[in-house]
C-alpha cells in the first residue's frame, strides 16, 4: 500500500537525523512552519479556540510548536504513522510546554473518526512523499472530510518533478555542500531525492488535486527552490 512505504521510510535512521537534515534540504523550514501558523491565526482570528489537524506532524513538532505559541487557545491533534518520528515531535512538543493541547494518534488521517471536525489543518512536507495521484488524493480527501466548512488547510511540500528543473536541483545540492557534505553525501542526497519521492508536477496540479478533494483555489505565501506552502479553504 502506497501510504505504508512513506511512512517507512521514516525509520529510527532519518528520524534521528531529521532535525537537522530537514533545516538543510529545505532553506527556510522554520520560517516556513511560522509562517504556516500566522496564515491560520490570521484566518481563524487572533485568539480564538480552535482545534487543528496536524496530518504528518512528526519530525520536529514545529507546526504545534509554532501555532500553540502563537495562540494559547489551539488544541492539536498530531497525526504520524511512523513511530519514530511520532515521538521525536512528542519530546520537542512537550520540550516547549505544550503537551497538555496536543492529542499525539500513532496512524493514518484516516484512522480518526469522520465525526471529529476541525477548525483547520496543516499537511506540510508529506504530500510528496506519496507515491501517486492515488495516495494524495485519499491524504487530502481524508483531511477534508474532516475538516469544517470553511476551515484553513496549510498544505506544503515539493512540486515540480525534480528532473525537469535541473538549476533548481543543482541549487539544492548546493546547499547540501554549503552546510559541509562531502561530493559522495551530495551525490547519494541527489540520487535519494530523485527516486524517493513523487512530488505534484507543478502548481497547476497542487491547485487540481485540492480542487478535487473539496478546496478551493490555493494562496500561496512560501517557496523555496522546489518546495512551496500554501493556505486553501475547505468549500
Ligand atoms: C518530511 S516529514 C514532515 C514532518 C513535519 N510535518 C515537518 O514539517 O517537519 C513527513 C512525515 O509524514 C509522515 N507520513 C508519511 N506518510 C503519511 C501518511 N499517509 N499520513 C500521515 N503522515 C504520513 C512521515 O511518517 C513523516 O513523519
Request: glycine share 10%; hydrophobic share 45%.
Amino acid at each position: 500500500m502506497p501510504a505504508k512505504e512513506a511512512a517507512a521510510k521514516f525509520d529510527p535512521s532519518r528520524a534521528a537525523e531529521y532535525e537537522r537534515q530537514s533545516r538543510i534540504a529545505l532553506a527556510g523550514y522554520d520560517a516556513c512552519h511560522d509562517l504556516g501558523a500566522c496564515i491560520l491565526a490570521a484566518a481563524l482570528g487572533q485568539g480564538a479556540a480552535a482545534k487543528i489537524l496536524v496530518a504528518g506532524a512528526g519530525g520536529t513538532g514545529n507546526e504545534i510548536i509554532a501555532g500553540g505559541q502563537l495562540e494559547p487557545n489551539w488544541h492539536f491533534v498530531a497525526v504520524d504513522p511512523a513511530q519514530p518520528m511520532l515521538d521525536l515531535a512528542v519530546s520537542r512538543i512537550r520540550e516547549a510546554g505544550l503537551e497538555s493541547r496536543t492529542e499525539a494518534v500513532l496512524g493514518y488521517v484516516h484512522d480518526l473518526p469522520e465525526t471529529e471536525s476541525f477548525d483547520a489543518a496543516t499537511l506540510i512536507g508529506v504530500l510528496h512523499h506519496l507515491p501517486g495521484e492515488e495516495a494524495k488524493l485519499e491524504m487530502l480527501d481524508s483531511i477534508s472530510a474532516r475538516l469544517k466548512k470553511g476551515a484553513p488547510l496549510i498544505l506544503a511540500g515539493n512540486h515540480h518533478a525534480y528532473s525537469s528543473k535541473p538549476l533548481l536541483l543543482s541549487a539544492w545540492a548546493e546547499r547540501w555542500r554549503m552546510t559541509g557534505s562531502t561530493p559522495d553525501e551530495v551525490k547519494a542526497k541527489q540520487g535519494k531525492i530523485l527516486q524517493g519521492a513523487d512530488p505534484p508536477h507543478s502548481e497547476a496540479h497542487v491547485a487540481q488535486l485540492l480542487s478535487l478533494t473539496g478546496f478551493g483555489a490555493p494562496e500561496r505565501f512560501f517557496s523555496s527552490l522546489f518546495w512551496g506552502a500554501w493556505v486553501a479553504f475547505r468549500l
